[in-house]
């Protein structure tokens, strides 16, 4: 099957003037300006498949939300190409925004004095859902989301998190199969959050949708992303699994083994050190590039060894992007 | 059709969202009724004091402000949501219209009613009462046309201009300072027969900025002063055309712009 979302060597140039300290440098830049290229994306190449959550990491200025306007047709790239469903967003954009939805956190896409309920009926109007088919849908977003509660408020009176629910609705009302979702969840409490998160896994799991995510909160990952991409300074650093970043991105786990017998030979499995010993208190630890993941380590060493006790420390996903940041910032 | 009853749909919920804060709707009434303040006086003040005006009788002059007004009212109504197209950029609501399948053009249109509007047209329409029951012209079929046609046409050339400003918005949102200069300068000079302006004046605001061909020619042509505008009497005649053409060349340069948007990154 063919991937949902195809972006290839996709770049996108801004250009600003520079502007020069002081007076006198504030005087040389109006009269002779130096314009510079800024490079936001540049030749970022990855592919979404159909009914994949994707989360879309980096620090921020990295470039994601600018390679999420660029699939949504808001932004044209300086190079390279996208499809998202099959269409190229930038050239076709309003025939892309009937695939796709899209919620951008800090903006809603409701009309601001009119009931969010309103709202919705419009955005029926606009992508011309047969009206039954309107009503079992926000029926079931309601179930997940409890919008009902606060459907006739007028917009402005909502709190973020209401607002962030109803847009969310909002974006899949017509049935999109894709959405973009870029920090969706920031400023919400743990309950909305957590409410949010459910509605997503809902809308992958069970409805099939691809999702592109781009988040800073790493439980958020953890819970709903399958696959990372991550960029900084525009340019991808890394593609793959959760696991893949784990092991890319430091030593993130131990394995602490109170051995049987405390005179054993201590030789490690594979990909995995010994960090520290003391008498029969072993503490294991990653080895290398292949090193296997916290699970795999922990079953090598039951198998090898005989314990009486074992406990295991991971370090969170927080601080393996941290890791992650500072190392891609560096190269 | 079915653009236009979602324009119907939309237009309609966001009347009655204002209807419901009352104090709020006629605030800003009054406020649209107010800010013509100038053209009323300029109106009270002619008609009072002057018998005419660079060769044009009180009646006949009173006929430009209330044409250009009744244009304004209505591209107030119908196109005026330009005007705020700098702050749609920073809030990021642009970037939202483009992720739907509808014009931005018109989405930026539908945002919200403009109250004020309610408030310049009711200055304007009485404006327009007051300079017709005045008048001594033959109000015929054809004159009658050409009047509204003349409205029409200016309601698109001041929508043009603004729309105009907006693109430039676009890449450049400094641009929307010049929209607030923009409607100073037509509200000043807006009323007045442009031939009592220094000729350097006239030609700036004919062929520069097109202020004469929304109300100034046009009342012109209707008031028998058609041949006495500085300009061939073809081109006077033909401000309304012009208003058009105008306006579907700035929806052009809308649409131009828009394929170069880059937010407020750039």
């Known amino acids: 099957m063919s991937a949902s979302i195809e972006v290839r060597g996709l770049s ?12 006198t440098g504030t005087l040389r830049s109006l009269v002779n300006p130096e314009r510079v290229a800024k490079h936001a994306v540049s030749d970022i190449t990855f592919d979404v498949s159909p009914g994949e959550l994707l989360a879309l990491l980096g620090p921020n200025g990295a470039g994601k939300s600018t390679t999420i306007k660029m699939l949504t047709g808001i932004l044209t790239p300086t190079a390279g190409e996208a499809r998202v469903a099959g269409v190229v967003p930038y050239l076709e954009r309003e025939r892309n925004a009937r695939n796709i939805g899209a919620v951008f956190g800090q903006r809603t896409q409701l009309w601001w004095d009119l009931p969010v309920r309103e709202s919705f009926s419009i955005l029926r109007d606009i992508y011309e859902v047969p009206k039954a088919e309107h009503a079992s849908r926000l029926k079931e977003f309601d179930d997940i989301l409890d919008l009902s509660s606060f459907w006739d408020t007028r917009v402005r009176h909502l709190s973020l998190g209401q607002r962030v629910r109803c847009d969310l609705a909002a974006a899949l009302l017509h049935d999109p199969p894709v959405v973009f979702l870029d920090e969706p969840t920031i400023g919400m409490d743990v309950v909305v959050k957590e409410q949010v998160r459910e509605f997503l896994r809902h809308q992958v799991e069970q409805r099939g949708r691809t999702v592109l995510l781009t988040t800073h909160d790493m439980t958020e990952v953890e819970r709903l992303a399958e696959r990372v991409v991550l960029i900084n300074h525009g340019r991808l650093v890394l593609d793959g699994s959760l696991d893949e970043i784990r092991r890319t991105f430091g030593s993130t786990w131990q394995v602490r083994a109170t051995l049987a017998d405390a005179h054993t030979d201590v030789v490690p499995p594979p990909g995995i050190a010994v960090l520290r010993q003391d008498g029969p208190q072993v503490v294991f630890g990653p080895d290398g590039p292949d090193a296997p993941t916290v699970h795999q380590a922990l079953k090598a060493v039951i198998e090898r060894y005989e314990v009486t006790g074992i406990a295991i420390d991971e370090a969170d996903l927080e601080d393996v992007m941290r890791a992650a940041y500072v190392q891609a910032g560096a190269a | 059709m079915h653009a236009v009853r979602i324009v119907w749909r939309v237009t309609r919920l966001n009347f009655r969202a204002q209807l419901e804060y009352r104090s709020e709707f006629l605030l800003m009434v009054a406020i649209g009724a107010i800010w013509q303040v100038s053209v009323i006086v300029f109106a009270t003040v002619l008609l009072t004091r002057f018998t005419g005006m660079g060769g044009w009788d009180s009646s006949e002059v009173l006929l430009i402000p209330a044409t250009r007004m009744l244009a304004h009212g209505l591209m107030v109504l119908f196109l005026g949501r330009m005007f705020g197209i700098g702050r749609d950029i920073q809030e990021g609501r642009i970037d939202v219209y483009l992720t739907r399948p509808m014009p931005v053009h018109r ?12 408030g310049d047209l009711t200055v304007a329409a009485g404006l327009m009462a007051g300079a017709l029951s005045r008048s001594h012209l033959d109000w015929t079929a ?10 029409i046409g200016g309601m698109l050339l001041e929508a043009a201009l603004f729309t105009a400003l907006a693109s430039a918005s676009l890449r450049f949102p400094a641009a929307e300072y010049w929209a607030r200069w923009l409607e100073e300068l037509l509200g000043t000079f807006g009323s007045y027969p442009l031939n009592v302006l220094p000729k350097a004046v006239g030609g700036f605001l004919t062929y520069a900025l097109p202020l004469a061909f929304v109300a100034y020619f046009p009342a012109a042509v209707l008031t028998g002063h058609g041949h006495d505008t500085g300009v061939p009497y073809w081109l006077a005649a033909a401000s309304p055309l012009l208003g058009v053409l105008v306006y579907l060349a700035s929806r052009l340069l809308w649409r131009r712009s828009l394929a170069h948007y880059a937010g407020v990154n750039a």
């Open chain 2, 142 to 151: 054809v004159r009658i046309s050409y009047l509204i046609a003349a409205i």
């Open chain 2, 107 to 118: 989405q930026v249109q539908l945002a919200y009613f403009p109250t004020n509007a309610i």
């Open chain 1, 12 to 23: 996108r140039t801004f250009h600003t003037t520079v502007r020069r300290p002081g007076f």
